[in-house]
């Protein structure tokens, strides 16, 4: 399972690469704004920021709804970087336009998936990444990873192409859980990542192999 960073603090990104373990970034205009980047130019010399740090594939999000404009802004932002992938609403215009910029060649991520008819929306059209949002449909009391299970059989069942990449993401356990699903990728927060570092018995043992080694000197 791959491991993207959803962010754009390059502080953290940088640090997940430098972790050995980095395979791409996902970001959106929120997480922009969150940062404190605004403005077309500044947006575009942040996503670039982004692709200078990482070797993997890093999406960046159209903010149009109506499909001439998804696709304006797509070719805006592939002249950015070839890593980018251009992550598009899953709408009626937006799957019109990931079908459109799929047939160019143009790497897509089908966003804001909620259910198993959208993702084999998204897949049909030709979408590179789905990207189920697990942590949103937890707050709804629907089991999230239950839909990264039944997208993975669905996809396989069929052959589709697209990767699916479980987003929303809140915690270790839903990466876990995910990778147990079949999920492609998983995209986080940093805090996630390194949560995966963490376990008692790992600290306890360090701590008396550390003391065990004063003794001998």
Do not use: W
């Amino acid at each position: 399972m791959k491991f993207f960073i959803d962010t754009a603090d390059l502080k953290d990104i940088q640090e997940a690469q430098d972790l050995g373990v980095l395979d791409g970034v996902t970001t959106n205009p929120s997480l922009m704004a969150k940062v404190g980047v605004s403005g077309k130019e500044n947006i575009r010399n942040h996503y670039k920021a982004i692709c200078d740090i990482v070797e993997g594939d890093v999406s960046a999000e159209v903010i149009s709804t109506d499909y001439d404009g998804i696709l304006r802004e797509a070719d805006d932002l592939v002249t950015i970087d070839e890593k980018i992938v251009v992550k598009v609403p899953m709408i009626k215009e937006g799957v019109k336009a990931i079908r459109y910029l799929s047939d160019q060649g143009i790497s897509t991520n089908c966003t804001l998936v909620f259910s198993a008819g959208q993702a084999i929306l998204a897949a049909k059209a030709g979408a590179t990444y789905v990207s189920p949002f697990i942590g949103r449909l937890d707050d709804i009391s629907f089991d999230g990873v239950d839909l990264i299970a039944q997208i993975v059989d669905i996809y396989a069942t069929f052959g589709f192409e697209t990767e699916v990449l479980a987003a929303s993401i809140r915690n270790t356990m839903h990466i876990i859980k995910c990778a147990e699903a079949g999920a492609d990728v998983a995209t986080c927060p940093l805090s996630a990542i390194t949560g995966l570092l963490k376990h008692p018995l790992t600290d306890s043992g360090l701590a008396k192999f550390l003391e065990d080694a004063k003794k001998m000197q």
